[in-house]
């Protein structure tokens, strides 16, 4: 009931198209949802989240879209550039201090110039 | 955004020698801190939670005499690797809350030989 499903493992997308991620998740307790992107031999960095009560956010060229009553998010990320070639993870978490993230997967996101 | 540095970025040792790894929160105090490990091509796993003041929560299956954790400070957590061997080697990621968001070290690469 933990756990965070991510999908799909991969993806290929051109330059200047849309790249799309997807996450489901089983305990309607989690209360808070973010996206972190990673780059080979760095750490995790948060890319956008949402909080349940809200069902989009978009910020730049990244949106998150909530579906509350399916406990699926998604992640969209528009026009799509080499620069965001990278693994995503998306999580979730009770929001209190002192809880850590559950992970997904992660998706790793090729960009095509 | 708040920051978090994580010393040393990485480190070669050979089996039977410790390892300390350090986390520290820059700019804000973090009465919790975590510690994660990503093996490569794969999502991270959370070892241990850290508090200041207090021993730390580690997960199942997360060896407490091997992988020692000290939170001295509000601002400073340590992973000490004890007697290595090369199946310890990985990359190791520290994070910290800070108003309710979750920032990363840039992570430690830990090669044992």
């Known amino acids: 009931q933990q756990q965070v499903k991510q999908s799909p493992q991969s993806l290929i997308v051109q330059k200047g198209g849309i790249s799309i991620i997807n996450c489901a998740y089983e305990?309607?307790?989690?209360?808070?949802f973010p996206w972190y992107q990673q780059f080979p031999g760095k750490g995790p960095a948060l890319l956008i989240a949402i909080r349940p009560d809200v069902s989009e956010k978009k910020e730049g060229r990244f949106t998150i879209s909530f579906n509350k009553s399916a406990k699926q998010f998604s992640l969209h990320i528009m026009d799509s550039q080499p620069g965001d070639s990278a693994t995503y993870f998306c999580a979730a978490t009770f929001n209190q201090a002192g809880t850590a993230l559950i992970f997904g997967k992660g998706t790793t996101l090729s960009v095509s110039s | 955004g708040a920051v978090v540095s994580q010393h040393p970025s990485r480190v070669i040792c050979k089996s039977g020698t410790s390892v300390k790894i350090e986390c520290r929160s820059l700019d804000f105090q973090a009465t919790t801190m975590f510690w994660y490990r990503q093996f490569p091509k794969q999502s991270l796993m959370l070892m241990a939670t850290s508090n200041e003041g207090s021993k730390a929560t580690y997960e199942q299956g997360v060896e407490k005499d091997k992988f020692l954790i000290n939170h001295a400070s509000l601002t400073l957590s340590t992973l000490t690797v004890t007697s290595a061997h090369p199946e310890d080697s990985s990359f190791y990621i520290c994070s910290a809350s800070f108003l309710g968001v979750q920032y990363f070290g840039a992570g430690t690469r830990l090669s044992v030989l």
């Open positions: 305990n309607t307790a989690f209360d808070y």
